[in-house]
């Protein structure tokens, strides 16, 4: 068997919505909740894995969000060189999961073929479906496919051992979950295909889809591919960073130990 992985959240921004936006079924939610935007990173020996890349200065600033910390501050925050990471995982390319690819200089990007098809195909015609997008963060991973640097995967693939990124769709075409062996369990850093703990809990998915069967669908993979429901990582979960515990190496509380029993339960 292979070397468990370590595995860490890094709060890189907040933000905050009506609770019931957070909902397919909102019933009498009311008032607001807090989302966190999170940069994930694995490290086992001289492996490094980032998942996703949060959004752009610009961007955030022209959707009323602030970028605190990018991408590249984060893996430097948890003590290694960001040219140190040779594989950044996106789970999808809505805005604030695919900007800064730039931190990265010496990395390859892992993106489902459904998505790539998705985002440069005709659906985006449709501004309700192409107003998550940045059309400059497409273009770059477009360009950065003609440099070779993108490995575009069709569906489940294992990319180290212990670490496989798995297609849930619903979200997006091109949705994809990624599954990593820790030392005390499978961890499934679930992205944007749970947002939140209780999307998962009452079976009610955050609004934002092209497909309520296929996200449906994802909870139940998600919750296959998991050891247990304590080891689903939702995408944009402030209670990530009470639950787990905390690397404290700048005193903001912003790094969540995931490879670490949590504190508390879901």
Known sequence: MAD???????RMGR??????????????????????FIVWVAARGDDLVVVDTGF???????RGRELELGPG?????????RDRVRTVVLSHLH???????????EARFVVQAAEMSYVTGSAMRHRRLSHFYEPDDVAEVVRLLFAGRVDVV????????GLDVVLVGGHTRGTQVVAVQTARGRVVLAADAIHFDENLADTNPFPAMVDVEH?????QTIAALADSPEHVVPGHDPALFRRYPLLDVD???RIAVLHETPQEAS
């Open 95 to 105: 805005f604030d999961h695919a900007g800064n690819l730039g931190d990265f200089p």
């Open 215 to 219: 996200t449906l669908d994802g909870f």
């Open 56 to 62: 752009g200065p610009e961007a955030g600033r022209r």
């Open 251 to 253: 005193g903001d509380g």
């Open 73 to 81: 501050a984060a893996v430097e925050l948890l003590g290694f060189r």
């Open 154 to 161: 069709d569906g489940d693939r294992t990319l180290f051992p």
């Open 15 to 36: 933000g905050s919505r009506p609770t019931r936006d957070n909902f397919l079924v909102p019933g009498d939610r009311c008032g607001h909740s807090d989302i966190d």
């Open 4 to 10: 468990p992985w370590e595995l860490w959240g890094v």
